[in-house]
């Protein structure tokens, strides 16, 4: 059994990072799939524990209606901060 399977997270977040870091994330999933894949490694989180953090998942990507969401890896943003006067529009 590979290593990352037996990675137990002791938060909803922690866990979510797992599989992205696993590249779970690389296609689109219901959060369905996500409580079966989590489940196999020991991990149980309640709905509305793994609803808030899947929200929160700045590296996800949502698409779909309410109880019919999937969530794909986040396309790579820069972390550089932009000058104020850069987000607003207005030249230098």
Request: no cysteine; glycine share 10%; hydrophobic share 35%.
């Given at each position: 059994?590979?290593?990352s399977?037996?990675?137990?997270?002791?938060s909803?977040?922690e866990?979510?990072?797992?599989?992205w870091?696993?590249?779970?994330?690389?296609?689109?999933?219901?959060?369905g799939?996500?409580?079966?894949?989590?489940?196999?490694?020991?991990?149980?989180f309640?709905?509305?524990?793994?609803?808030?953090?899947?929200?929160?998942?700045?590296?996800?990507?949502?698409?779909g209606?309410?109880?019919?969401y999937?969530?794909?890896?986040?396309?790579?943003?820069?972390?550089?901060?932009t000058?104020?006067?850069?987000?607003?529009?207005?030249?230098l």
């Amino acid at each position: 059994m590979a290593n990352s399977i037996k990675r137990v997270a002791k938060s909803a977040p922690e866990a979510l990072n797992h599989l992205w870091q696993e590249g779970f994330f690389r296609a689109w999933r219901k959060k369905g799939a996500m409580d079966d894949h989590l489940a196999k490694r020991g991990n149980h989180f309640s709905a509305p524990e793994l609803g808030m953090a899947l929200v929160r998942a700045r590296f996800l990507t949502r698409k779909g209606g309410h109880g019919n969401y999937e969530y794909i890896q986040a396309p790579f943003r820069s972390r550089r901060k932009t000058a104020p006067r850069e987000r607003e529009g207005i030249g230098l």
